[in-house]
Nanobody, 126 residues
Framework: QVQLVESGGGLVQPGGSLRLSCAAS????????IGWFRQAPGKEREGVSY????????LYADSVKGRFTISRDNAKNTVYLQMNSLKPEDTAVYYCATDLRGRGLVTLSRYEYDYWGQGTQVTVSS
């Protein structure tokens, strides 16, 4: 059974850090790219970061560049999103997703991903 499971969300003060995990089962992340997305209340889901399965190349939204780092551990079949210097505007439900069609598109467009996890809540507040 194909599954993506996010974890690591929580409540953190501004300036703090969190590390999100996206654990895959039923398929190997050796062959599929992963994107991280987030959706705040009343807003559209937006792309945050992407990592390639083929060469490990990455992509970041301008709003998180320099603060967030995406990485993968293929042995654990898991992708991570390290989030530092968190701001209140980072508050959202964070999702990981993949394109099971395996097209290898380097994109943060949610329309190009066809399989999603259930999400994990991140709240940045004092």
């Amino acid at each position: 059974q194909v599954q993506l499971v996010e974890s690591g969300g929580g409540l953190v003060q501004p300036g703090g850090s969190l590390r999100l995990s996206c654990a895959a089962s039923g398929f190997s992340l050796d062959y599929y790219d992963i994107g991280w997305f987030r959706q705040a209340p009343g807003k559209e889901r937006e792309g945050v970061s992407y990592i390639s399965s083929s060469d490990g190349s990455t992509l970041y939204a301008d709003s998180v560049k320099g603060r967030f780092t995406i990485s993968r551990d293929n042995a654990k079949n898991t992708v991570y999103l390290q989030m530092n210097s968190l701001k209140p505007e980072d508050t959202a439900v964070y999702y990981c997703a993949t394109d099971l069609r395996g097209r290898g598109l380097v994109t943060l467009s949610r329309y190009e991903y066809d399989y999603w996890g259930q999400g994990t809540q991140v709240t940045v507040s004092s």
